[in-house]
Structures are given as C-alpha cells and as structure tokens.
C-alpha cells in the first residue's frame, strides 16, 4: 500500500513539528516537505502530493497546480473565519486535541483510500457486479439482494455465476475476503458477517 502523503506550511516551527509528530502516528502516512510558506513551496519541483495543510491566509499565494492537485486542509483557531470559496478537505483547528486530529485525518485517507480502490476494481468485474459481490460477503442471501437492488432473483445468481467464473472464487468466505482486500467493504462493517 502506497503511503499517504502531506505537506505542512506553517509560519510557526513548533506547530509544524508538532503537527509532524502526531501525522507520523497515523500508519501510512507521510510527510514530505515543510515550508514556511506557500510561496517555498510554489518554488519546489515537488507537486506530487496528496494533502496540503495550511492556514487560509497562505493558500490564496498557493499555485494553481498544488490547489487542484492535492486535497486542502485548513490550519487554524476555531474563531478566525474560513473562506468558502475554497474548498476544504477538513479544518484541523490550533484547539483540537491529538485524538481529534488523529480521527479527522484517518477519516480523510479512508475516504480517499475508498475511492482510490473503486477506481481500481479489475476491469472484468462491472460495478453491478461489485454491488452484488459486496451485498454477499455482507452475508445477504440471494432473495435479500434482490430486493435490495431491485432487481430480479434470477439476475442475482446470474451476476453470482459471473463473478464465480471472473474470479474464480467459489465460496462465499473467499468472496468475502475478495471484498475487503479489494475494499469493497470494509471490514468493520462486518456486523452482519458470519
């Protein structure tokens, strides 16, 4: 798995190794430049990246390239005001506790590893498939899936045998790690898995 990567420019040195220090505990994750400003970093040949922290004053000097090619975060005290022309990933505030950070930054990389992994379904499984792939390893029966996706039963096991043969998986628990190692479903939402 390819690590998560993140620039921080910040003014202030403790908060940039501060922040440094609690993104190092996230697993895969990485940082790969400070700067104390965006225009250092506009000077890097380095635009590769896929988060930028910064405080919203420093994102209006941010080159066009780093805005549309990495997701923002904001840096900030909860009471300055936020412009909403930008749009922000997340709002990581000076106030926040390092299990607060933690917590919204893992939420980001998941929702960016999530759709990182759609893109990259085998090309022989069509989305149709995935969806009912995903609704077996949930542990819902043919019937179940059926109503779920509106669609008749017999076009279930149609997609079932599809997927049997693409894969060539046969069993329901080898279809169910499929799914979370394709991240298709994760795995703590294995509430209703057997």
Known sequence: MTNVTFIIIEKSYLIRKGLTSVIEKIPTTQIVQQFETAEELNASINSDVDFIICSPDQVVSLSKEFKQNAQLISLTAK??????????????????????????????????????????????????????????????????????????????????????????????????????????IDINDSGQLT
Not at 113 to 131: F, G, M, N, W, Y
Not at 135 to 149: M, Q, R, T, V, W
Not at 158 to 183: D, Q
């Open 79 to 184: 009471s300055s005001k936020i412009s909403a022309k930008i749009n922000w990933a997340e709002h990581i505030y000076l106030e926040d506790t390092q299990k607060q950070i933690i917590k919204k930054l893992n939420d980001l990389i998941g929702n960016k590893t999530q759709k990182d992994s759609v893109s990259e379904l085998p090309e022989e499984i069509s989305k149709r498939e995935a969806d009912i792939l995903k609704n077996i390893a949930l542990g819902y029966s043919n019937k179940e899936i059926a109503d779920k996706l509106f669609i008749s039963t017999h076009t279930v096991v149609t997609h079932r045998k599809n997927i049997t043969r693409k894969l060539g998986i046969k069993t329901v628990p080898g279809l169910t790690i499929y799914a979370i190692l394709n991240k298709l």
